[in-house]
């Protein structure tokens, strides 16, 4: 396949999807959901912590991309809502309402905000498809919008258990051990987003040429 054919392969992906309606659209957010629900069980535990290291924070990022605008955020809170209900499909093949209240609720609720942010992003902007902005989005994306709700939920968790949350204590339990993994998940998934997403408007996107 040459690089020409390639491009228009991806662009009529994009543009495909953009047209689509919501039935379409509501079967890829679950089939992203289940993406991501596959994804979380590749888990290393830490001792010293009941936040586990995953594998489905590659998928929360990667999301936004493939579904864009609203349906990226939306296949995150199908698996959210999914998985409080019952569906084990959380980290360590977990589910329950009980996951969501834990202390790893807050990172689950930031996986909806990190896929509507990168989502909205790369639709919008033609500008924000460039390796270094898409790079720039996902580390906003992953170290605010996933790990601030994070650390707040984690820190209500340890309220709960009649701990009480310091700052190290978050950093050392909800944030430092998983800086270096989360580093090479999103220059990974800049590359493939870089890679798939089309350089050329494929929707109503605001810096595109009149």
């Not at 609203?70 to 093949?93: N, R």
């Not at 051990?177 to 089309?198: E, H, R």
């Amino acid at each position: 396949m040459n690089l020409e054919k390639y491009y228009e392969i991806r662009y009529n992906f994009f543009k495909w999807r953009t047209s689509q309606g919501v039935v379409v659209k509501t079967i890829m957010s679950l089939a992203v959901a289940a993406m991501t629900g596959i994804m979380a069980q590749i888990v290393i535990p830490l001792p010293w912590t009941p936040v586990p290291i995953t594998g489905q924070t590659f998928a929360v990022l990667l999301s936004g991309v493939i579904l864009g605008r609203y349906w990226g955020g939306i296949s995150q809170l199908f698996y959210v809502i999914l998985g409080a209900a019952g569906i084990s499909w959380f980290a360590g093949a977990k589910g329950g309402i009980t996951v969501l209240l834990g202390a790893t609720g807050g990172y689950l609720i930031g996986f909806i905000l990190a896929s509507l942010f990168i989502g909205h992003f790369i639709d919008r902007y033609i500008s924000a498809r460039k390796f270094k902005h898409i790079l720039i989005l996902m580390l906003i994306a992953n170290f605010v919008l996933i790990y601030v709700p994070g650390a707040i939920g984690l820190a209500f968790w340890q309220m709960s258990k009649g701990i009480q949350p310091t700052i190290w204590n978050i950093l050392a339990m909800g944030i430092l051990p998983f800086i270096p993994g989360d580093l090479i998940k999103i220059f990974g998934v800049s590359i493939v987003t870089k890679a798939i997403v089309p350089k050329e408007a494929y929707g109503d996107e605001i810096d595109r040429r009149k």
